[in-house]
């Protein structure tokens, strides 16, 4: 298996954007609460994933959310490498086409497209890479992590 080191480093900067965002701080915030200081360009790069983050520095950085550092490469690798050996998460067309939640408006007319063309007794599942993922997520208004949780949660709760 081959690991997508720019799609690793897209991953972990969102989560470390969204846990960011979550406190409701800016990079400035998150910049005084480090250890050493960095500058903001840096974080955003980090936050970007157009740069790769030292061990020690992911580690400062993951203090000063107040998350263990395993928790995040935990959920950095869940996504990368998800519901599938190759990384994609699988769907089921006809249960987002069944969802009603507004937020996946576009999703659910995308995958009301995707049955209108299939041919009879194709397989109603597709699979999505990571940047699918992030396209739907910007089409949905949502942080990949928001859809990637809400997606899994597709089918297994009761409607």
Request: aromatic residues 4%; positive net charge; charged residues 25%.
């Amino acid at each position: 298996m081959e690991i997508d080191t720019a799609a690793y480093q897209r991953v972990l900067g969102d989560e470390l954007r969204t846990l960011r965002k979550q406190r409701g701080w800016t990079r400035k915030e998150l910049n005084k609460r480090l250890q050493t200081e960095i500058s903001l360009q840096t974080l955003a790069t980090y936050e970007l994933g157009t740069r790769q983050c030292s061990v020690v520095r992911l580690v400062e950085i993951c203090h000063a959310l107040d998350i263990p550092a395993h928790e995040v490469m935990a959920r950095v690798h869940e996504r990368v490498f998800g519901d599938t050996p190759d990384g994609h998460l699988a769907l089921n067309l006809d249960e987002i086409v069944a969802n009603d939640t507004p937020k996946l408006g576009p999703l659910r007319r995308w995958a009301q497209g995707r049955l209108l063309q299939l041919p009879p007794g194709h397989t109603r599942e597709v699979h999505l890479d990571l940047p699918a993922l992030e396209y739907m997520a910007q089409l949905c208004q949502l942080s990949t992590v928001e859809l990637i949780r809400t997606l899994r949660g597709l089918g297994k709760a009761p409607r």
